[in-house]
């Protein structure tokens, strides 16, 4: 993949499966900012700063694209003055520079995928595979892919072609997600080689993971994966002064965007979604101006996994099968995390799926996922589908900006460019 002429100026990505031996990784010559020198990161005291920064690149594309997913699936209303181009009305274009934040979230994934590779080139194979950092970077990886794959219509990566490295071509979001399920596995495997250090990104590997194996029909698997993470466990994308979270500014220092529009401002008293009314204006100066809580200070972190969202996937393994008590079992496990009352399921197909696409856009408010719920609902029809999702799009089209810097991506590939429900 290209993400922006600069980055395709570095060097490109080796195949990232399985990352196991010295002889998959390239030297790196990489574009160090500021002081620090490239020779500076070849050394092992210097691998928790590689980590480090995968999970810096991971929140930093959060940041932008959680914004944009939350206005495109209507966890939130646009009153602002910004110009977001259509997406609150559900309209993706590939004519601007960068809906979606292909290039901050291809950013996260390569930033993830290469400082593993310099990682094992720096331990050596025998302390690579148990060091916590190394897991950690695999995370990341995992949560970078996983994001691209629920976000973006097509997704292209680094082909070697004649012994280097080039942008490849736009490929099926799916991809993402194989190397995704690779990238959890391994962070799973470092991770509990790694002891007690590693013990918590095991755990929310083993979320990303589950999410993933759900994703690929791999339902079953999934299931196994998310019995493993506690309901009280969540991973978080951490923010701070430097990296702020956007929602808290735009909601807090401007009035860009309300729950007024938006089905939450009907749901009063939810824990999960909490929002105070004001006699406030929007940035619009004319939508009425209500404002979301979950996030009440600028350097509030985002949820990526959590053991609540894991309930609620164990809960629609079990509907699937037609198991509702097992179906309302999960859903009320997860809503003791808030210490909610314990609720009823229908036994109904198309009142139990309502209740449970409830469930699950409540326990996830606005951590961005909530349009991929859409896509893959819309895939299935009736009665998944929910039809607050009717005639939007339900996937960003790579960018203008990447599709300059890449010539290998087709414009017009899949017909995906003006959105699409099942996109590729």
Known sequence: MSMTRKLTRLAALVALLPFAACSDVLSLDVEAPGRISDTDLNIAGAMAGIAAGASYNLTSALDATVQQLSMASLDLGHGGSYDFGAIPIGIFKADVEDWGEYTTMSRARWTAEHGLMRMLEV????????DANVAKAYLMGGFANR??????????????????????????????????????????AIGTAAGTAGANIVTAAYGGRASIRA??????????????????????????????????????????????????NS????????????TQKGQDGQTPFTRQMKYKTIDADIPVTHGAEMRVLQAEAALRKGDYAGAQGFLNQARTKWSMAAIT???????????????RYATLFLEGRKLWDWRRWSVEGAPKLDPASAGRDMCFPIGQGEQRANPNIKKGAGGQWGGCPTCG
Request: glycine share 4%.
């Open 267 to 278: 749901v009063p008293n939810d824990p999960r979604v909490p929002w105070v009314s004001t």
């Open 345 to 359: 399921l229908p036994t109904t197909a198309p009142e139990a799926w309502a209740t449970l696409r409830f469930e």
């Open 123 to 130: 331990l050596g194979a025998t302390a690579y595979e148990k």
């Open 147 to 188: 994001l691209l794959g629920e976000t973006q219509c097509r997704v292209s990566f680094d082909d070697l072609v004649d012994g280097e490295y080039v942008a490849g071509p736009d490929r099926p979001h799916t991809d993402a997600f194989s190397r995704a399920d690779s990238l959890f596995t391994r962070a799973i």
């Open 215 to 264: 994703w690929q029909g791999r339902w079953d698997e999934a299931v196994v994966d998310a019995a493993k993470v506690p309901t009280t466990f969540v991973w978080n994308s951490t923010f701070s002064s430097a990296n702020t979270n956007y929602i808290w500014v735009e909601t807090n220092n401007r009035r860009e965007m309300t729950l007024y529009t938006v089905m939450w």
